[in-house]
């Protein structure tokens, strides 16, 4: 009966909101974006805009590209000739596809060269490695974390615990996954992942872009210093997250009494705007192309324009080991981790971070 009365409970959810500048000094935007590795849709909404700027459409056009490799052995992440090309040369990210955290076994590769391992109960005692129970396990342990610094290892591969990692991913228990990976080079060399894993089957993508202008939108009002609002002048911002969460979902927010599907509308006090900009990237996207994304949406207002506010919200991978830096993260009844920024038009900010059941709070 325990069981069945905690499957009916409502999933816990958890939303951080905050303000800021972008000027200011302890301003922490940037290393909310950077840390934030595993990122799959990115979308932008502009009021009172039409269309997207040369500058920031060629912008969102090249948001790519990433690559998914299938069957790819887990040794040649931590060969010294992928340590050496990618990780020391860049930021890599690669995470398993289409692998379920709470019940599959899923590798995630962090920018810094962090390589964790969430795996079974079998699975990890048959490996031989050193890690610890997932946060998240019960009273019976079914899931194990393992961290591996192959920064670290790579300054000694004569070095025993290399030769036991080594041993371990190919003789005692050799570990195969289809991988997404994606590559930010920091120097002036072309990518190589192409003819690096040329002897298995790799693609290459591009992330998908919708682009839509939106008519008459109604949109909520709000004071950038007034992250709660004030009564019948400015909305909360947990109502914006609310109100974005329906525009991005494309939901008809007239309330009218013949529609069944949904009875939701823009909260009080709100205004019509004639022409709304969305644009929606969807792929395996790198937290530098967001950053690079948001600098520019900072810089929007440099010139006048009639829209007070702009909004720039990521979703993250529903089934990646981690959310924010090295925070273990779950799914259990939902797998969410996300941000948005809701950026004004005297460079104030409003950060806004929302996480699941089995998750950290939000850095």
């Given at each position: ?27 922490r ?29 060629n ?29 020391k ?7 398993t ?21 969430s ?58 996954f ?108 790198l ?9 520019h ?15 720039l ?51």
């Amino acid at each position: 009966m325990a069981t069945l009365r905690r499957l009916r409970e409502a999933p816990r959810h958890l939303l951080v909101c905050e303000k800021s500048n972008f000027g200011h000094h302890k301003s922490r935007h940037r290393h909310l974006v950077q840390t934030h590795y595993y990122n799959y849709r990115v979308s932008f909404l502009i009021p009172e805009c039409g269309i997207l700027s040369e500058e920031l459409k060629n912008l969102v056009m090249n948001t790519g590209p990433y690559y998914f490799v299938k069957n790819l052995p887990l040794h040649e992440l931590i060969t010294p000739e992928f340590i050496s090309t990618f990780i020391k040369k860049g930021s890599c990210c690669a995470l398993t596809y289409n692998t379920n955290i709470d019940e599959d076994n899923t590798v995630a590769l962090l920018p810094n060269g962090k390589l964790i391992l969430s795996l079974d109960k079998d699975t990890y005692e048959e490996t031989g490695l050193q890690g610890h129970p997932s946060q998240f396990s019960g009273r019976k342990i079914m899931k194990f974390i393992v961290s591996i610094d192959l920064m670290e290892l790579s300054l000694n591969l004569d070095s025993k615990k290399y030769e036991r990692v080594s041993w371990s991913f190919k003789e005692k228990k050799p570990l195969t996954f289809d991988f997404l990976l994606a590559w930010h080079n920091t120097g002036s060399e072309e990518s190589t992942m192409m003819s690096y894993f040329s002897k298995y089957q790799i693609q290459e993508h591009q992330p998908k872009v919708a682009l839509s202008t939106l008519r008459d939108l109604q949109c909520p009002v709000l004071q950038s210093s007034e992250l709660e609002g004030t009564p019948e002048v400015s909305c909360r911002a947990l109502e914006l997250f609310d109100w974005l969460g329906a525009v991005f979902s494309n939901v008809d927010l007239n309330n009218e009494p013949n529609n069944f599907i949904s009875t939701y509308c823009c909260p009080e006090p709100s205004t019509v705007v004639a022409k709304a900009y969305l644009c929606t990237i969807t792929g395996f996207i790198l937290p530098e192309k967001i950053c690079l994304l948001l600098e520019h949406l900072c810089h929007y207002f440099d010139e006048p324009k009639l829209a007070p506010w702009v909004t720039l919200s990521v979703q993250g991978f529903a089934d990646s080991p981690v959310s924010w830096g090295k925070n273990e993260h779950g799914f259990r009844k939902g797998g969410e981790h996300l941000y948005n920024f809701v950026i004004f038009n005297n460079q104030d900010y409003w950060l806004q971070m929302a996480v699941g059941a089995n998750d950290h709070c939000p850095p």
